[in-house]
């Protein structure tokens, strides 16, 4: 599912989605099943992230909120069976040193195994009723300090890759597909609100790392344990420092092909459709018989039609003008249908300043020469609201044109003044 914006009736990209709030309007935005166009710009979280470190001229408050965007995370990945199915999944946790006290596994209501799951459920109508509700929060609803833990047994169990142990599969609020791999294996004697889930639903609490100084009651605890210890009832782990056990586990889970250590980013990649009118087209036609089919390069560039009706309402305009949307394969030359979302405005502005440098070019956006004597940006004004949207893209597009040969620089600004806001 992607972020909606109901106001905007239009998609929305996670950074301006921040909060559950539409950046433009301010709405909470909700979650849709749409088919929808990305740019995979985690193929560049690592390098986003380590050359902030050559940004020496932007402001620090600037590169921690790019930092904290991207979200690094080391941690182990490894995968539950389903009893009885032939479907796995997929876990990523910083906390392995905990995964003998696992007593339950969560998805994220819009975790794409959550339908097949309920499809096979005797309880389907309250499965499918309970994950609509949720869908329907925004992100900051769910996520809100405070806010009521709810969940629903999915009629599955997982099978513990360690114990052999069969634990319940349950689908909650509280697990945002934002984060990981959009299912968690819950440990509530070390995570507060898996504890508070579980007490909520009667579920098992086990502790598996104590205080060096005393002992912790799984029967009466009402604060998750989150400190390093000494490690119990984690097999041959048990009377290890944690921290020490968090290597150990890790080996023995990788020499027996359990698991393996992994990087997790909190970074997505960048949803760029928009039911809009006004953006770049998509050169793209959906042909029966050849599926999608890119607009060779000679027919480029695809042009907004003129006779529009903006309405605000209904989805794309552009869906509404017959001439535009009914188009030819250029493989079969049969009938085809044109793609009628256009691209996010921030594509648009994350390379203008590149056509700055040579604007009257008519052969190519820019030359390589140009470029070479004005780039990178000497001082570059803008407001900190952009800096996990507009300076994050631009960051982006610089790279990827940077590996293309195109621009000399990886970095598009070099200095960043971010001035106040009036509200």
């Known amino acids: 599912p992607?972020?909606?914006?109901?106001?905007?009736?239009?998609?929305?990209?996670?950074?301006?989605?921040?909060?559950?709030?539409?950046?433009?309007?301010?709405?909470?935005?909700?979650?849709?099943?749409?088919?929808?166009?990305?740019?995979?710009?985690?193929?560049?979280?690592?390098?986003?992230?380590?050359?902030?470190?050559?940004?020496?001229?932007w402001p620090e408050r600037v590169k921690v909120m790019q930092r904290n965007w991207i979200g690094r995370s080391e941690g182990v990945k490894f995968d539950f069976e389903l009893d009885g199915l032939s479907e796995r999944l997929r876990v990523?946790?910083?906390?392995?040193?905990?995964?003998?006290?696992?007593?339950?596994?969560?998805?994220?209501?819009?975790?794409?195994?959550?339908?097949?799951?309920?499809?096979?459920?005797?309880?389907?109508?309250?499965?499918?009723?309970?994950?609509?509700?949720?869908?329907?929060?925004?992100?900051?609803?769910?996520?809100?300090?405070?806010?009521?833990?709810?969940?629903?047994?999915?009629?599955?169990?997982?099978?513990?890759?360690?114990?052999?142990?069969?634990?319940?599969?349950?689908?909650?609020?509280?697990?945002?597909?934002?984060?990981?791999?959009?299912?968690?294996?819950?440990?509530?004697?070390?995570?507060?609100?898996?504890?508070e889930f579980a007490r909520k639903y009667g579920i098992p609490v086990r502790v598996v790392i104590k205080p060096r100084d005393g002992d912790l009651d799984e029967r009466t605890m009402t604060e998750a344990y989150t400190e390093p210890g000494i490690m119990v009832n984690s097999a041959q782990f048990s009377g290890m420092d944690s921290e020490v056990a968090k290597d150990a586990i890790a080996d023995f889970m990788e020499s027996k092909g359990i698991g393996k250590r992994s990087v997790q980013y909190r970074l997505r990649d960048w949803l760029i459709s928009r039911q809009r009118y006004w953006g770049t087209p998509f050169p793209i036609v959906y042909c029966n018989r050849c599926g999608v089919v890119p607009i060779p390069e000679e027919h480029l560039p695809v042009i907004l039609p003129r006779d529009v009706q903006i309405t605000g309402r209904g989805g794309s305009p552009l869906a509404q003008?017959?001439?535009?949307?009914?188009?030819?394969?250029?493989?079969?030359?049969?009938?085809?249908?044109?793609?009628?979302?256009?691209?996010?405005?921030?594509?648009?502005?994350?390379?203008?300043?590149?056509?700055?440098?040579?604007?009257?070019?008519?052969?190519?956006?820019?030359?390589?020469?140009?470029?070479?004597?004005?780039?990178?940006?000497?001082?570059?004004?803008?407001?900190?609201?952009?800096?996990?949207?507009?300076?994050?893209?631009?960051?982006?597009?610089?790279?990827?044109?940077?590996?293309?040969?195109?621009v000399h620089t990886p970095e598009p600004f070099m200095h960043l003044f971010t001035q106040g806001m009036i509200y």
């Not at 749409?34 to 902030?52: G, M, N, P, S, V």
């Not at 001082?379 to 996990?388: C, D, F, T």
């Open 2 to 57: 992607v972020n909606w914006c109901p106001q905007c009736e239009t998609t929305l990209a996670d950074e301006e989605a921040e909060h559950g709030i539409c950046w433009r309007c301010g709405t909470p935005v909700t979650k849709r099943w749409l088919e929808q166009w990305f740019l995979k710009i985690t193929a560049y979280a690592e390098r986003l992230l380590q050359d902030l470190d050559l940004l020496e001229h």
């Open 92 to 195: 990523f946790t910083t906390r392995i040193d905990t995964v003998y006290g696992v007593t339950f596994v969560v998805l994220a209501p819009e975790h794409p195994m959550v339908p097949k799951l309920i499809e096979r459920s005797t309880h389907r109508s309250e499965l499918e009723s309970f994950v609509q509700r949720i869908l329907a929060e925004s992100i900051e609803q769910r996520t809100a300090e405070g806010a009521e833990k709810e969940g629903i047994f999915l009629d599955v169990y997982a099978i513990h890759p360690l114990t052999g142990e069969r634990v319940p599969v349950w689908v909650a609020n509280y697990v945002l597909m934002e984060y990981g791999t959009g299912a968690i294996m819950a440990v509530p004697a070390h995570d507060q609100r898996d504890l």
């Open 321 to 406: 003008i017959h001439e535009f949307v009914n188009a030819k394969c250029p493989h079969c030359g049969g009938d085809a249908r044109r793609e009628t979302d256009t691209m996010a405005t921030f594509v648009d502005s994350s390379w203008y300043f590149l056509r700055y440098c040579d604007p009257h070019n008519e052969n190519e956006a820019f030359s390589q020469r140009a470029v070479r004597y004005w780039m990178p940006v000497d001082q570059y004004v803008g407001g900190i609201e952009h800096a996990v949207l507009h300076l994050l893209y631009a960051r982006f597009f610089t790279k990827v044109l940077y590996d293309m040969g195109l």
